[in-house]
T-cell receptor
Framework: GENVEQHPSTLSVQEGDSAVIKCTYS??????FPWYKQELGKRPQLIIDIRSNVGEKKDQRIAVTLNKTAKHFSLHITETQPEDSAVYFC?????????????FGKGTKLSVKP | KAGVTQTPRYLIKTRGQQVTLSCSPI?????VSWYQQTPGQGLQFLFE???????NKGNFPGRFSGRQFSNSRSEMNVSTLELGDSALYLCASSSNAGLAGGGEQYFGPGTRLTVT
């Protein structure tokens, strides 16, 4: 079955620096790659996603890149702020035409120090 | 639109009992997926329902089951509870529009299940 590896598991940056989280997936049939942010005690919130027909997508300070050949996708956060501190999850889905069967990475705990 | 809602929010059960959790999707969403979240295993896919049919299933034992009603509301059931079933159970709904756009999954607040 599909497996998603996420690195690093923890990441500490200074406010204003950039943060990069990387994920790899195993099933070439996956074609949908969302990223979720989960603050302590809250539900996961979708922050950005990318589909296999696109190589890069940007939304303000957040960008995601996808390399289908390498089965690799990454989240880039620029100009980090303390409120970016949370656990970030990558996921892969879209197998069989459904985006409802997401396989998640183990998460990255991002700490942004003021 | 109202978001995804789940009931109950907290539940304490004893080993061997069974439990039913409920999820109401965002209005107009026909796909409901269930996930188990634990500190050790992270977020794991349980199953997905679309138009009252189970469309996908994760690698969980048969004690975990679900169903979806004609109004898209979904329930999941866990029978013969084990200590290891203690977790946050999250459901997510989507409109399932496919690669053309849409289809993003939005999560509910979860049900915190504790098995003693």
């Amino acid at each position: 079955g599909e497996n998603v590896e996420q690195h690093p598991s923890t990441l500490s940056v200074q406010e204003g620096d950039s943060a990069v989280i990387k994920c790899t997936y195993s099933d070439s049939a996956s074609n949908y790659f969302p990223w979720y942010k989960q603050e302590l005690g809250k539900r996961p919130q979708l922050i950005i996603d990318i589909r296999s027909n696109v190589g890069e997508k940007k939304d303000q300070r957040i960008a995601v890149t996808l390399n289908k050949t390498a089965k690799h996708f990454s989240l880039h956060i620029t100009e980090t702020q303390p409120e970016d501190s949370a656990v970030y999850f990558c996921a892969a889905g879209g197998r069989g035409g459904s985006q409802g069967n997401l396989i998640f990475g183990k998460g990255t705990k991002l700490s942004v120090k003021p | 639109k109202a978001g995804v809602t789940q009931t109950p929010r907290y539940l304490i059960k004893t080993r061997g009992q069974q439990v039913t959790l409920s999820c109401s999707p965002i209005s107009g969403h026909r796909s409901v997926s269930w996930y188990q979240q634990t500190p050790g295993q992270g977020l794991q896919f349980l199953f997905e329902y679309f138009s009252e049919t189970q469309r996908n299933k994760g690698n969980f034992p048969g004690r975990f089951s679900g169903r979806q009603f004609s109004n898209s509301r979904s329930e999941m059931n866990v029978s013969t509870l084990e200590l290891g079933d203690s977790a946050l159970y999250l459901c997510a709904s989507s409109s399932n529009a496919g690669l053309a756009g849409g289809g993003e999954q939005y999560f509910g607040p979860g049900t915190r299940l504790t098995v003693t």
